[in-house]
């Protein structure tokens, strides 16, 4: 068990730079993505007591992170409706010469292939923690997964011929 023993600080500091580092490419905006962190590592300190119990807290970070990305998604696509499209910010980052790539294929990636791929590679949360950071059946999480695989292969294949 993880938090067994952890105060919140030394967990805060053991996982705070992944978290975002996660999340950015989950949602495609760091900026957003330390906001989001920021508000569920808050949350965590205010339930340190019962987080700290749990298996992984870090994986309750990374739920209530996704879910309130989602929840934004979710009212943006609402506001959106009228103008028939959503914009996502651009990465502020830029992109380093290796991750160049990557990151371009993920863009092409629904929210919700995106997500669920940085969850369940990056993150390294179950296909249950999934399916409740992305509010879906786990059924669902599989074949987005699947599916955001698929996708994936043939960008990345794409980017191979071209070199």
């Avoid at 957003?32 to 590592?41: C, D, G, K, N, S």
């Avoid at 990151?103 to 179950?126: G, H, K, N």
Wanted: charged share 30%.
């Amino acid at each position: 068990m993880e938090g067994t023993g952890v105060t919140f600080e030394e967990f805060f500091l053991d996982h705070y730079g992944d978290v975002v580092r996660s999340i950015g490419l989950a949602v495609g905006d760091r900026l957003r993505a330390e906001e989001l962190v920021q508000e569920a590592f808050a949350r965590a300190l205010r339930h340190w007591r019962r987080v700290s119990e749990l298996d992984r807290p870090v994986a309750w970070v990374y739920v209530v992170a996704l879910n309130e990305a989602r929840r934004s998604w979710s009212r943006e696509r609402r506001a959106s409706v009228g103008t028939g499209r959503v914009e996502l910010a651009p990465d502020p980052a830029g992109g380093v010469a290796i991750t160049v790539d990557v990151r371009a294929a993920l863009e092409q990636l629904t929210e919700r292939q995106r997500a669920a791929i940085v969850l369940r590679y990056l993150a390294d949360l179950s296909i249950d923690d999934i399916a409740d950071a992305l509010g879906c059946a786990p059924g669902t999480v599989k074949a987005t997964l699947h599916q955001a695989r698929a996708r994936l292969r043939i960008e990345l294949e794409d980017d191979d011929d071209a070199s």
